[in-house]
């Protein structure tokens, strides 16, 4: 015996048509077909309330009449739980301007009037199959966006997972990444970096003493307690394809900005701006952990302003401990300038690279309209996060 097929559900069809003779007319071509259910409605108020209700997946409603098509059609493009249905626009051959109004309001197709059965079916049934595709399509994206939630929540919990065991080997590493993630970010935010690159930084911070579970001490100096474990945690965090991001920041915590660090011996721009404010705080915080007080540790760091740590985030770090705003350029003029606030005129007077790396314009080129929409349009994917400082 074979297994019943459940039968398709019900397709709602809305008719909003105020013209008794044309709403008849609809209703006997649509009507009689086992696959639709056909409301009515005579009015926008009345059409509005029904559409509340059923939610239809098509509206048939004309240009003018009692019932303002395009007005219709704007009030559910407005509501969330409206925006899918298919609104078929019926228009007078001659009314031009009434159809580009619904279409511009919202509607999806329009039918000329008066209405012919065989044109007005097969576009209901095409709405149909469009509205179906849709419906599969969000579905489909609320799904990929419930996994991308889910595997969000795994990727906590094992991070969640590594600092608790990196706490028992080291008591009081908790403490330190909690301190380290919540001074990055406060970092993170004066140089306005871009949401999407929060995300590793904060891991690379609650992460940077993981190494410790593969026993591992590559340190630069006994001096470097922030970064002892800082080869080991990288090779730890490489086999997880979701924190390699985290472990190539983790590995550039021990470079210098003037190039004198290690393993790579890049400097400056050369080093991810992220790197360089996940090693200021570490470093600071590492300071404040041997009994420094603020203004001690924040003293050592500023010794090494220009060498070991890039001067602009010591500027700014030192507006931090001081709950403060300071000018994050020395007193030759130097200013940091958003993005937006570029005009063409301004000098550079360091290099402007992007989050890949890529060098837009070096330093001592002159901003021009031309450079400018450049800029402007590649920081749009590529975010600008290494300056821009002009002079």
Do not use: N
């Amino acid at each position: 015996m074979t297994p019943a097929t459940a039968a398709p559900p019900l397709a709602t069809v809305l008719v909003a048509v105020d013209d008794v003779a044309t709403r008849a007319g609809i209703l006997r071509t649509l009507g009689g077909l086992e696959d639709l259910l056909v409301l009515t409605a005579a009015d926008g108020g009345e059409a509005l309330a029904t559409a509340g209700d059923v939610r239809p997946d098509v509206l048939v409603v004309p240009v003018g009449g009692g019932v303002d098509g395009a007005a219709l059609c704007r009030r559910l493009r407005q509501d969330p739980a409206l925006g899918a249905t298919m609104i078929v626009l019926l228009a007078a051959p001659g009314d031009a301007r009434g159809a580009l109004a619904g279409l511009d309001a919202g509607a999806d197709d329009v039918l000329a009037l008066p209405v012919q059965a065989e044109a007005l079916l097969a576009r209901v049934r095409a709405m149909l199959r469009l509205k179906r595709r849709h419906d599969r399509l969000r579905e489909e994206t609320l799904a990929l966006q419930e996994r991308h939630a889910e595997l969000g929540r795994g990727m906590e919990q094992l991070v969640g997972l590594l600092g608790h065991l990196v706490d028992l080997a080291r008591p009081g590493a908790r403490d330190r990444a909690d301190r380290l993630a919540a001074l990055t970010a406060a970092l993170a935010d004066r140089f306005e970096v871009p949401a999407h690159l929060r995300a590793d930084l904060e891991t690379a911070a609650r992460l940077l003493e993981v190494g410790a579970l593969a026993g591992g001490a590559h340190a630069a100096t006994a001096a470097d307690p922030a970064h002892r474990f800082a080869a080991s945690s990288r090779a730890v965090l490489m086999d997880v394809d979701r924190l390699r991001d985290a472990a190539e920041l983790i590995e550039a915590v021990s470079e210098h900005w003037d190039g004198s660090g290690l393993p790579g011996h890049r400097q400056r721009g050369q080093l991810p701006l992220r790197s360089r404010l996940l090693r200021l705080a570490a470093d600071f915080l590492a300071a404040r952990d041997e009994g420094l007080g603020e203004a001690q540790a924040l003293a050592r760091v500023e010794a090494r302003a220009g060498t070991w740590y890039d001067p602009a985030a010591v500027a700014q770090l030192a507006a931090i401990v001081h709950g403060s705003v300071v000018e994050t350029a020395p007193a030759t003029a130097r200013r940091f300038v958003p993005v937006p606030d570029l005009q063409p005129g301004m000098t550079l007077v360091d290099d402007l690279r992007t989050a890949s790396g890529a060098t837009l314009l070096v330093r001592g080129a002159r901003i021009t309209e031309g450079t400018l929409a450049v800029i402007r349009r590649r920081h749009a994917h590529d975010p600008v996060i290494e300056g821009p400082w002009v002079g």
